[in-house]
């Protein structure tokens, strides 16, 4: 690509900066505004990446800047409202972190505006772009374990500051929310189908008005299942294991792969190959595919289904958790 693409943010807290430092001395990448309601972080984020024009208000950014690409880095609850003022703007392509939306009746919506407009909208799971994540996918593909029959995911912390959003029902926080999306996604991923059902358990906290921690199982039908766990009550865990017919696929560092050297197992008829892949910043790997995207006309490597359809079970982890029932998957979103 040599074409130069116009960026804007909005929301200028922790996870923004991984997208700055990501952006630095990407040609193709020319930061033309920063947004937030909040004067410090704007200031911080403005001053770290060289960024010469703020707002803090998204419409006025929009307006005056008319960028190629708006990333979105708010709070869950306000993801709906940014997205649609970035499509009625008239930009064409949105990048939104993770996750997309507070339930499946805002990705529906979402997906059908940014439809009717001609906006690329993707979701923000950045561990989909790494090396590590293509590898492991290229290796199911190939056969290299037989046919996939299970896959365990696991994410969890030791989040204790009642004050982050991630501990905050009113502002879209949850382990499942935050954590547990990344297990959905990339079981969904590796599977290579959706669940039509769920089952999940876990500990609510009534102060909070979050899960704070979530286990789940679900089911793909034919005999193929996929669990996960997910905490912020927990000490640091992260990986998953694929199985399939023939074999194995251990993977003991998922989702925070960056630019050094990673790896993963694989066992299979009796064979042990430990296999190295050259990591990249997967958020550098993120925005480029979404430029990719603009350039070609082609959908980006994450299209709004695939964010629709992990909100459709994330609504169902969230009602199985709450009823103690096992949860169909709709195929349409109940309105």
């Not at 290229?138 to 996939?148: M, T």
């Not at 969890?156 to 500051?161: E, K, P, V």
């Not at 959908?299 to 009602?319: F, K, Q, S, Y």
Request: aromatic share 8%; charged share 20%.
């Amino acid at each position: 690509m040599t074409q130069k693409y116009k960026v804007a943010i909005v929301g200028c807290g922790g996870i923004s900066r991984a997208h700055g430092e990501a952006w630095k001395n990407l040609p193709e990448i020319d930061l033309v505004g920063a947004c937030d309601r909040k004067f410090e972080p704007l200031a911080e984020f403005a001053k770290a990446f060289n960024v010469k024009q703020t707002y803090k208000d998204l419409r006025r950014m929009l307006e005056r800047q008319a960028p190629d690409i708006l990333v979105v880095a708010t709070w869950p609850t306000l993801h709906l409202k940014h997205i649609l003022e970035g499509i009625r703007a008239g930009v064409p392509a949105i990048l939104c972190e993770k996750p997309i939306a507070i339930n499946a009746t805002q990705a529906e919506q979402m997906k059908q505006v940014a439809i009717s407009n001609n906006t690329l909208l993707m979701e923000g799971f950045m561990y989909r772009h790494h090396p590590l994540t293509l590898a492991v996918k290229q290796r199911i593909l190939d056969g290299a374990i037989g046919e996939v029959r299970f896959v365990r995911a696991t994410f969890s912390t030791g989040l204790t500051d009642r004050t982050n959003w991630r501990l905050r029902g009113d502002l879209g926080g949850g382990a499942v929310m935050d954590l547990g999306c990344y297990c959905i996604n990339c079981i969904r991923y590796l599977i290579g189908a959706e669940p039509v059902s769920v089952w999940a358990t876990g500990r609510f906290e009534p102060i909070s008005d979050v899960w704070e921690t979530l286990i789940g199982t679900l089911d793909f039908g034919n005999g193929v299942t996929g669990q996960f766990d997910c905490s912020f009550g927990w000490t640091w865990r992260e990986g998953y294991e694929v199985v399939g017919t023939t074999g194995t696929i251990t993977v003991p560092r998922a989702w925070s792969n960056g630019e050094g050297e990673c790896n993963f197992t694989v066992v299979s008829d009796g064979q042990t190959e430990r296999v190295q892949v050259a990591g990249v910043n997967p958020y550098r790997a993120e925005i480029l595919s979404l430029c990719e995207a603009l350039s070609t006309g082609r959908l980006p490597l994450l299209p709004t289904d695939d964010a629709l359809w992990n909100m459709r079970v994330i609504d169902g982890v969230h009602e199985s958790a709450h009823t103690g029932q096992c949860i169909a998957i709709p195929s349409e979103t109940v309105r």
